[in-house]
């Protein structure tokens, strides 16, 4: 019969985290604190958010702790949502990454001593805009308590992505309504 792993995520900390989350103004501290935060907290070897492009049908990176340059120069990451567990919001756990067939990138992942990478998806109205990746030295197993936390964890990332993105845009229609002449915008407040 195999152990329950403990718990390690820190519940005052995580409300913490959470609380803290959607006082952030600029989107790139945030992705960079909080990945650096888990792997801290979960004495991980590295973390990553990954934004998804809809049209590239692939994963950039937006922030990464503990990995280096060259492991994310490795080549593009295409991503196919449909038909797969991110799909439903589930974690994907790949034990071994050398002999993982999900893996696109094995050798890149060894030289840079990953064996095991929990895949986290962030979702936002039932939709998957990018994803929280933890790798680590040795398999690598969490909590069912520690795994949905990372699930709300995503979700309110997502809103968060979702908010500042429209803050972005509104913005953006701000800015190009102030530089307007007067009589073209006249009537269209009212």
Known sequence: MSETPARRINFRAFKVLCREMSTYEDLHTLFN???ELICRSFEVKACAILLF???LQELFHVATYGISE???EKGPIPIRIEDS???KGEAI???NMMCDQRVLYPEAAEKEGFRSMLCFPITC???VIGMIRVYHHEPLQLAEYD???FAVLNRLLGLVIEHHGMKNFIDTV???FSSLPLRMVKGLGS
């Open 70 to 72: 060259e492991y994310l």
């Open 93 to 95: 756990c790949i034990d």
């Open 85 to 87: 567990p991110l799909e």
């Open 53 to 55: 492009d809809e049209r």
């Open 147 to 149: 795994m949905d936390s």
């Open 33 to 35: 604190d909080l990945v």
């Open 174 to 176: 701000k800015s190009a």
């Open 125 to 127: 109205r039932k939709e």
